[in-house]
């Protein structure tokens, strides 16, 4: 036991989940002189890289490329990846505790949180998420169908997810055809008749989780007019008390093109793009073939919290916002691993600075471990999961020194490698990822785009030359 | 960024002390935990005040005797709360402006946690380690 991380009996970690937490934490284990660590990454599906791959926009390349850090740190020779192994279903806890010393699950937000309005589930009533990962080509979601011969589309939320869905509703065919979006996506929105877009904000626009560089784009799109209501845009009382008192300049920079976006006149453009604030959606109204026509908006009003925080309240004032297609933005939601502790709450894994703890009595779990969007809750940029994981590493390190791992029987390599191959033989390697990749990207340059995504794991085991 | 993103990461663990307790108790537990302040909650587990080293201290200046005396004498009974929807820059504002250091939660008037000035300067330093991380990758290209 005490000899564990050094060359001849090295730290053997799982990680669950190849998305930025899990790739930032095998670096900092890399990082880490005079250990001697052996990692395997396990994924449910055949690509790594989660929301880089399956959240980021698709005109928003320049972000995707933090993926050549993962590049590096997956060929380094004690990396190996599983792709396409499923935690809870090829392989399980008990497995992952007889073959490792430590497991650090890094498996993100899966799902929406709910608004928990009536009307919610009315056809033509999403999630963004799943819209995102659509036009991603994530492959569960594949053959999932969204009626864009609407005219009026809603999104529901003012961060930069909910702007990502109205942008990408907004740009024109041959903008989106230069991009990596998924094919079907492409061909689907090609024949979009969606005209006018929506993005509601529950608070002022002092509050609006967007960013400034994503707010600014919204007001450069080619065939898009984008507006705010002046009453919308103008600020409130208590945020010019409280811009006053803190000048945040990258507030008030964002209030400015807001309230520049108020005074714009429409150039004509054939969609146009309403910001709208201080309105939250209090039901969705459909018509008796359970299609959603209409939602009813309360307006709000701002107050401050003893702590200053400013947050909404509802006033008497309702409107109808008609509407054929709706996405919910207001925030991506943990799922519950098996054998796992779970705060339910909050939609992340009980746990203590990245120590996976049980509940009664709240104690730590030898040998589990959590980082990133499971550990903390949805939030932050990709590079927040960096000091995240940071945190939780040096966790692992405490522990390691002081004998609090597991004890695997059987800890080689090779052992794991087996047990995989049993469970799922058809399982996707670092290299075989690496192929993927440069098909993708070749297919991608025929059509001048920067890859052209496989969407359906059997396209990419075949591919790959596996018969399913 | 809120402190619901603090409390996650965590736990909800609160070192609380009877406000009939005497001041050589608080010290002798803020020394065991390493913590520079203690909720006080009454026999009905109500928040009633809270108690900090710079109580104690400034406290100890115009008496000596300050051990003996029972944490109500000397504890802040308008305690300033917080919930878990605040978010860090409401909090770090807080904080500067009426120089307190801890910030008990409450959710639906229940105690879930302790916000102290060291989580905020952590999640910030991290926020901000995050974001130029981020930025510098896009900027560059790669990282």
């Known amino acids: 036991m005490t000899d564990v991380g050094s060359a001849l009996n090295p730290l053997r970690v799982a990680i669950v989940g190849a998305g930025p937490a899990g790739f930032y934490?095998?670096?900092?284990?890399?990082?880490?002189?005079?250990?001697?660590?052996?990692?395997?990454?396990?994924?449910?599906?055949?690509?790594?890289?989660?929301?880089?791959?399956?959240?980021?926009?698709?005109?928003?390349?320049?972000?995707?490329?933090?993926?050549?850090?993962?590049?590096?740190?997956?060929?380094?020779?004690?990396?190996?990846?599983?792709?396409?192994?499923?935690?809870?279903?090829?392989?399980?806890?008990?497995?992952?505790?007889?073959h490792y010393h430590q497991i650090c699950f890094t498996t993100g937000a899966q799902t929406d949180r709910s608004l928990n309005i009536p009307g919610e589930d009315l056809l033509g009533s999403y999630p963004a998420t799943e819209f995102v990962a659509w036009y991603n080509g994530h492959p569960d979601f594949r053959n999932n169908h969204f009626d864009l011969s609407q005219e009026?589309?809603?999104?529901?939320?003012?961060?930069?997810?909910?702007?990502?869905?109205?942008?990408?509703?907004?740009?024109?065919?041959?903008?989106?055809?230069?991009?990596?979006?998924?094919?079907?996506?492409?061909?689907?929105?090609?024949?979009?008749?969606?005209?006018?877009?929506?993005?509601?904000?529950?608070?002022?626009?002092?509050?609006?989780?967007?960013?400034?560089?994503?707010?600014?784009?919204?007001?450069?799109?080619?065939?898009?007019?984008?507006?705010?209501?002046?009453?919308?845009?103008?600020?409130?009382?208590?945020?010019?008390?409280?811009?006053?008192?803190?000048?945040?300049k990258?507030?008030?920079?964002?209030?400015?093109?807001?309230?520049?976006?108020?005074?714009?006149?429409?150039?004509?453009?054939?969609?146009?793009?309403?910001?709208?604030?201080?309105?939250?959606?209090?039901?969705?109204?459909?018509?008796?073939?359970?299609?959603?026509?209409?939602?009813?908006?309360?307006r709000n009003e701002l107050y401050a919290t003893e702590a200053g925080t400013l947050r909404p309240k509802p006033t008497a004032e309702y409107e109808t916002l008609p509407v054929g297609l709706v996405f919910r933005s207001v925030g991506y939601r943990g799922v519950p691993l098996p054998g796992v502790p779970f705060n339910d709450d909050w939609g992340v894994i009980l746990n203590e600075k990245g120590r996976i703890l049980k509940s009664e009595p709240r104690q730590p779990v030898t040998g589990l471990y959590t980082a990133g969007w499971i550990k903390r809750g949805p939030s932050g940029v990709i590079g927040t999961n960096k000091p995240d994981a940071a945190q939780t590493v040096r966790c692992m390190l405490e522990d390691l020194n002081q004998g609090h791992i597991l004890n695997p029987i059987h800890?080689?390599?090779?052992?794991?490698?087996?047990?995989?191959?049993?469970?799922?033989?058809?399982?996707?390697?670092?290299?075989d990822w690496l192929r993927l990749d440069e098909l993708e990207v070749t297919r991608g340059k025929k059509q001048g785009r920067p890859r052209l995504k496989f969407t359906r794991v059997e396209e990419m085991l075949a591919a790959l030359g596996q018969e399913t | 960024m809120n402190v619901k993103n603090i409390l996650a990461i965590k736990g909800r663990n609160v070192i609380t002390i009877g406000p009939d307790k005497s001041i050589k108790e608080a010290i002798a537990l803020m020394d065991a935990q390493n913590i520079g302040a203690l909720i006080v909650l009454d026999e009905d587990q109500q928040l009633v005040g809270i108690i900090s080293e710079r109580d104690i201290i400034r406290a100890f200046v115009r008496r000596e005797d300050v051990l003996s005396l029972p944490v109500s004498q000397l504890m802040?009974?308008?305690?300033?709360?917080?919930?878990?929807?605040?978010?860090?820059?409401?909090?770090?504002?807080?904080?500067?402006?009426?120089?307190?250091?801890?910030?008990?939660?409450?959710?639906?008037?229940?105690?879930?946690?302790?916000?102290?000035?060291?989580?905020?300067?952590?999640?910030?330093?991290?926020?901000?380690?995050?974001?130029?991380?981020?930025?510098?990758?896009?900027?560059?290209?790669?990282?």
């Not at chain 1, 146009?272 to 009813?296: C, H, N, W, Y």
């Not at chain 1, 800890?411 to 290299?431: D, F, G, H, M, T």
């Not at chain 2, 308008?78 to 500067?96: A, C, E, F, R, Y």
């Open chain 1, 250 to 298: 990258s507030t008030l920079k964002k209030v400015e093109i807001l309230q520049e976006y108020a005074r714009r006149q429409p150039a004509g453009k054939s969609r146009r793009l309403t910001l709208r604030f201080l309105v939250s959606p209090v039901e969705l109204i459909g018509d008796e073939t359970g299609q959603i026509q209409a939602m009813k908006l309360v």
């Open chain 1, 411 to 431: 800890a080689e390599v090779e052992a794991a490698k087996n047990l995989i191959c049993r469970r799922q033989p058809r399982y996707i390697s670092y290299n």
């Open chain 2, 76 to 143: 802040t009974t308008k305690v300033i709360t917080g919930v878990p929807q605040d978010d860090i820059h409401s909090i770090s504002n807080l904080m500067t402006e009426h120089r307190v250091r801890h910030l008990p939660i409450l959710s639906n008037g229940q105690l879930v946690g302790i916000i102290s000035i060291g989580d905020v300067v952590k999640r910030q330093r991290d926020t901000y380690k995050g974001e130029v991380d981020t930025l510098q990758t896009q900027l560059m290209g790669e990282a």
């Open chain 1, 25 to 98: 934490t095998a670096e900092h284990l890399f990082r880490e002189s005079d250990l001697a660590v052996e990692i395997d990454m396990f994924d449910r599906l055949p690509t790594p890289f989660g929301l880089v791959r399956a959240g980021v926009a698709p005109d928003h390349q320049k972000i995707k490329s933090v993926t050549k850090v993962y590049d590096r740190i997956a060929q380094q020779p004690n990396f190996r990846f599983y792709g396409y192994v499923e935690f809870g279903k090829d392989i399980h806890l008990d497995d992952l505790k007889t």
């Open chain 1, 152 to 248: 009026r589309v809603a999104v529901i939320g003012v961060g930069n997810v909910a702007v990502d869905v109205a942008r990408i509703l907004c740009r024109t065919p041959e903008e989106l055809a230069q991009t990596d979006i998924a094919d079907h996506a492409l061909e689907a929105l090609r024949h979009s008749r969606v005209k006018e877009v929506y993005l509601l904000g529950r608070r002022g626009p002092a509050q609006a989780a967007f960013t400034n560089p994503e707010i600014k784009e919204m007001g450069e799109l080619l065939d898009a007019d984008v507006t705010v209501l002046p009453r919308e845009a103008r600020l409130d009382l208590l945020s010019q008390a409280d811009l006053e008192k803190n000048p945040d």
